[in-house]
């Protein structure tokens, strides 16, 4: 059974970067034709794709996001990790790492809270 | 943010069978069958319910059912019980590599 769970720091200032990492255990980052993505959910609100990894490493994100937004697989140690930067207050959220699709989510993490201080 | 349309509550007594809605823009759900729909209790994570617009993971209950007409997609509970109240959310694929959320619609049993 493929377990997920975030890590990262709670608490970022304003104009720095957000860094989160997702360690996957129970099936490697690199097998099983895996796409790898990011979710978030700002407070009492609805949910966001941030973006996703292949495990080929391609990766794909939301135009909304993009510009700001790296994903990158670590595959020595079977994680994937999220980059936003130039954060502002409306980037704090709930964030989950997911897999296995790219289309649909049955893997969750149980979800990184980044508040975003100024 | 949300793209796709759901309306924000849904209320029904034990047993009834209610339907929530998913409205899209081409093209995301007129398009594509990749809808799907999760379950979200409090504190928890989302749950997958539904994908493919209408098959269900190995595990969840075939009281959950999903489809789709036009642009529009649904998801229905029958027999519903008070396990059931939550927040329920649905997504699609809309081209191009992008993927849509809904904001949720919240089902409370009365």
């Known amino acids: 059974q493929v377990q997920l769970q975030e890590s990262g720091p709670g608490l970022v200032k304003a104009s720095e970067t957000l860094s989160l990492t997702c360690s996957v255990s129970g099936d490697s980052v690199t097998s099983g034709r895996y796409y790898w993505s990011w979710i978030r959910q700002a407070p009492k609100k609805g949910m966001e794709w941030i973006g996703s990894i292949y495990y080929t490493g391609k990766t794909y994100a939301n135009p909304s996001l993009q510009s700001r937004v790296t994903i990158s697989l670590d595959t020595s140690n079977n994680q994937f990790s999220l980059k936003l930067s130039s954060v502002s207050a409306a980037d704090t959220a709930l964030y989950y790492c997911?897999?296995?699709?790219?289309?649909?989510?049955?893997?969750w993490g149980q979800g990184a809270l980044v508040t975003v201080s100024s | 943010q949300s793209v796709l349309a759901q309306p924000a509550s849904v209320s029904g007594a034990p047993g009834q069978s209610i339907p929530i809605s998913c409205g899209g823009t081409?093209?995301?759900?007129?398009?594509?069958?990749?809808v799907s729909w999760y379950q979200q209790h409090p504190g928890k994570a989302p749950k997958l319910i539904i994908f493919e617009v209408n098959k269900r993971p190995s595990g969840v209950s075939d009281r959950f059912s999903g489809s789709k007409s036009g642009n529009t997609a649904s998801l229905t509970i029958s027999g519903l019980q008070a396990e059931d109240e939550a927040v329920y959310y649905c997504s699609s694929y809309a081209g191009n590599n992008l993927m849509e959320f809904g904001a949720g619609t919240k089902v409370t049993v009365l």
């Open positions: 081409s093209p995301d759900i007129g398009t594509y069958n990749l």
């Open positions: 997911v897999g296995p699709t790219f289309f649909s989510f049955d893997y």
